[in-house]
């Protein structure tokens, strides 16, 4: 059983940036990979980043490739999501979630996910 948080949600101008952060709890969290997604209304959700233990291989969607940046603290149980030069397309309820398989991370089908953060970028 893994429990996921966010926080750092929030409104920003376009070309602005923000941080996401998820904290994470439960046993053995080295064995998952963790990942961020996002989704907006009518839409499904789409991964943007997974990060394993060791930091590699990190997997991005090629829209955010280069503009977000997703990283692990592991002793602290965290993982962030970087977000630079945001573009009003990028509102949308951002999601951490956790996986022991990778494949599923990439695919959306997380077995544990956190609450949600709504992130809102003004043109």
């Known amino acids: 059983q893994v429990q996921l948080q966010e926080s750092g949600g929030g409104l920003v101008q376009a070309g602005g940036s923000l941080r996401l952060s998820c904290a994470a709890a439960?046993?053995?969290?080295?064995?998952?990979?963790l990942g961020w997604f996002r989704q907006t209304p009518g839409k499904e959700r789409v991964a943007l980043a997974a990060?394993?233990?060791?930091?590699?291989?990190?997997y991005y969607l090629d829209s955010v490739n280069g503009r977000f940046t997703i990283s692990r603290d592991n002793a602290k149980n965290m993982v962030y999501l970087e977000m630079n030069s945001l573009k009003p397309e990028d509102t949308a309820v951002y999601y951490c979630?956790?996986?022991?398989?990778?494949?599923?991370?990439?695919?959306?089908?997380?077995?544990?996910w956190g609450q949600g953060a709504q992130v809102t970028v003004s043109p």
């Open positions: 990060i394993g233990w060791s930091g590699y291989p990190i």
């Open positions: 439960g046993r053995n969290l080295n064995e998952y990979w």
């Open positions: 979630a956790a996986d022991i398989n990778y494949g599923k991370v990439v695919a959306g089908n997380c077995d544990y």
